[in-house]
């Protein structure tokens, strides 16, 4: 599965951007699908998870209440509406989905060290930068 992510740019604090990522094959078997991101000098972390059905959606503490994620599984995308941006979510941000059903959304969630992360197919990265 190949990942394409896009819609990552240059905003002012307080502005939006929405984040999309294609899938290159069906979606809809597999569990979790997720984003994480990467700011300089720091360890990927995650941000927000989705369930297979979208019913089941977990956010890190940091995004609760701004960011919004959402699947489509008959287009094979997964989106992040980011609102009310802060300069510290700057970062590269990236998709991910999960390589078989085991890996849930709140799997995901807890993923944490590179071990984990083959759990997961990869996107190539899209940069957010937030202006003060």
């Known amino acids: 599965v190949q990942l394409q992510a896009c819609g990552g740019g240059l905003v002012q604090a307080g502005g939006s951007l929405r984040l999309s990522c294609a899938a290159s094959?069906?979606?809809?078997?597999?569990?979790?699908m997720g984003w994480f991101r990467q700011a300089p000098g720091k360890e990927r972390e995650f941000v927000v998870s989705?369930?297979?059905?979208?019913?089941?959606?977990y956010y890190a503490d940091s995004v609760k209440g701004r960011f919004t994620i959402s699947r489509d599984n008959a287009k094979n995308t997964v989106n992040l509406q980011m609102n009310n941006l802060k300069p510290e979510d700057t970062a590269v941000y990236y998709c991910?989905?999960?390589?078989?059903?085991?890996?849930?959304?709140?799997?995901?969630?807890?993923?944490?060290?590179?071990?984990?992360?083959?759990?997961?197919?990869w996107g190539q990265g899209t940069q957010v930068t937030v202006s003060s």
């Open positions: 991910a989905v999960a390589k078989s059903r085991f890996t849930t959304a709140q799997v995901m969630k807890d993923m944490t060290d590179p071990d984990q992360y083959r759990l997961a197919y």
């Open positions: 094959e069906r979606i809809s078997s597999t569990a979790g």
């Open positions: 989705i369930s297979r059905s979208g019913l089941s959606q």
